[in-house]
């Protein structure tokens, strides 16, 4: 079982910078692979980033390219998602996730956090 809990969201204008943290309690949290998702009001959650096990692979999804970056500390459980340049459209709540690392690419994750408010105004 591992517990996740996000921080770091806030209400900030379009340009500014966020850091999210997600720190994670449980065991073997180094053999999950980690991912943010996002939800905006009246839409579906999205993927946004995801980060493999040992760090060494990341994927961001094409609208946050170029302005976001998802980061893991094993040694402090804690996995990162540095946003830069943000625009009104980005205004979500945001959700980490962990994910066994066997397990197959398009499988659920397996736990989630509850979520941190990022508000970006014009």
């Known amino acids: 079982q591992v517990q996740l809990v996000e921080s770091g969201g806030g209400l900030v204008q379009a340009g500014d910078s966020l850091r999210l943290s997600c720190a994670a309690s449980?065991?073997?949290?180094?053999?999950?692979?980690m991912g943010w998702f996002r939800q905006a009001p009246g839409k579906e959650r999205e993927i946004v980033a995801t980060v493999n096990y040992d760090g060494g692979s990341t994927i961001h999804a094409d609208s946050v390219k170029g302005r976001f970056t998802i980061s893991r500390d094993d040694a402090k459980m804690t996995v990162y998602l540095q946003m830069d340049s943000l625009k009104p459209e980005d205004t979500a709540v945001y959700y980490c996730?962990?994910?066994?690392?066997?397990?197959?690419?398009?499988?659920?994750?397996?736990?989630w956090g509850q979520g941190t408010q990022v508000t970006v105004s014009s």
């Open positions: 996730a962990a994910r066994w690392r066997t397990k197959a690419t398009n499988s659920p994750y397996d736990f």
């Open positions: 449980g065991p073997l949290f180094s053999g999950y692979n």
